[in-house]
C-alpha cells in the first residue's frame, strides 16, 4: 500500500511529465509553423547566384535540420506512451493532451510540412531553371550585342567615305551604285537588330538583376542604328540633289553647245 507522500510524489512526476509532453509539442509545433511559412515563401532573389544559396539553404534543412526534429516527433510519441503506462499501471485515469497539441495535431502540422517541403523544391527547381535560361539568354545579348556594335561602328566608317564631293553624272552614278549596296546590306540585318531589342525586352520583364545596363545597352544599340539609318537617308536625298544638279548643267551646257553651233553656222552665212 502506498503512502500519501509516494502518491504526491508519483502525481507530481506524472503532472511533470504532462507539463513537459506539452512543452516539448508547443516547440515542435511552433517550428513546424515557422518552417512552413519559410518554406511558403515565394520573394525568390533574381540572381542565379542568390538562388543557388536558397537551395543549399533547402538542402540544409533536408539533411540537417528536419532530421532532428523528426526524432523529437518520436520522442514525444514516446514521452506520452510513457505517461499513459504510469497511469494505467496506477489505475489512474487516462491522460487526453489539450485541443491542439494531440499526436494527432502533430501528424497534420507534420503533413503541413512536407507538403511545403515538396512544393518548395518544385518552386526552387522552377526558378533556378527559369534563371538558368536567363542567364543563357544574357550571355546571348551580350554576344550579339557586341556584334551589332562592331557592324554599326564599321558601317559608320563606310558611309562616312562615301560623302565626298562628285564631280560629274558618271561618278554620282557609281556613288548612288555604291550607296545603294551599303543601304541593301544594312536593310538586310534590321531582323538582327529587331531580335537584339526582344532580348532586351524579355531579360527586362523577367526582371533579371542587371536589367538596368542590358536595357541602357539596347537602347544605344538602337540609337546607334537609328543613326545610321538617318545618314543613310541623308546621304541619298544629298546624292540625288548633287546628281539632279550635275544633270541640270549638263543639259545647261548640251543647249549652250547647241547654241554656240548655231551660232557658229548663222555667222558663216552671214559672211
Known amino acids: 500500500m502506498c503512502s500519501s507522500s509516494q502518491i504526491i510524489r508519483l502525481l507530481k512526476e506524472i503532472e511533470d511529465l504532462k507539463l513537459e509532453y506539452q512543452r516539448l509539442v508547443t516547440d515542435l509545433l511552433r517550428w513546424i509553423e515557422d518552417k512552413v511559412r519559410e518554406l511558403n515563401d515565394r520573394s525568390f532573389p533574381n540572381s542565379l547566384a542568390s538562388m ?16 532532428p526534429k523528426y526524432q ?11 505517461i499513459k503506462t504510469k497511469l494505467r499501471a496506477n489505475n489512474m485515469r487516462l491522460y487526453v493532451p489539450p485541443e491542439g497539441k494531440t499526436l494527432r495535431d502533430i501528424e497534420r502540422h507534420w503533413a503541413n510540412l512536407e507538403k511545403s517541403e515538396y512544393e518548395r523544391e518544385k518552386a526552387l527547381q522552377k526558378e533556378m531553371l527559369r534563371l538558368e ?23 559608320r566608317s563606310v558611309v562616312a567615305k562615301q560623302d565626298v ?36 525586352a524579355v531579360i527586362e520583364r523577367e526582371n533579371y538583376h542587371s536589367k538596368t545596363e542590358i536595357v541602357k545597352r539596347q537602347q544605344n544599340v538602337e540609337r546607334r542604328w537609328q543613326d545610321l539609318l538617318q545618314q543613310l537617308c541623308k546621304r541619298r536625298e544629298s546624292l540625288n540633289k548633287t546628281t ?11 543647249i549652250f553647245q547647241e547654241i554656240m553651233t548655231i551660232h557658229v553656222r548663222l555667222a558663216t552665212q552671214t559672211w
Open 165 to 200: 564631293s562628285v564631280r560629274s553624272i558618271e561618278e554620282a552614278v557609281a556613288a548612288a551604285k555604291m550607296l545603294e549596296a551599303i543601304t541593301t546590306d544594312v536593310f538586310a540585318r534590321e531582323q538582327r537588330f529587331k531580335a537584339l531589342a526582344e532580348m532586351a
Open 72 to 82: 523529437e516527433r518520436g520522442l514525444i510519441e514516446a514521452h506520452l506512451f510513457n
Open 244 to 254: 539632279s544638279a550635275l544633270a541640270l548643267l549638263q543639259d545647261i551646257n548640251s
Open 133 to 155: 535560361r536567363l542567364e543563357q539568354l544574357v550571355r546571348k545579348f551580350r554576344k550579339k550585342a557586341a556584334l551589332r556594335e562592331a557592324y554599326l561602328t564599321e558601317m
Open 52 to 67: 543557388q544559396r536558397l537551395v543549399a539553404d533547402f538542402k540544409t534543412f533536408r539533411t540537417v535540420e528536419k532530421p
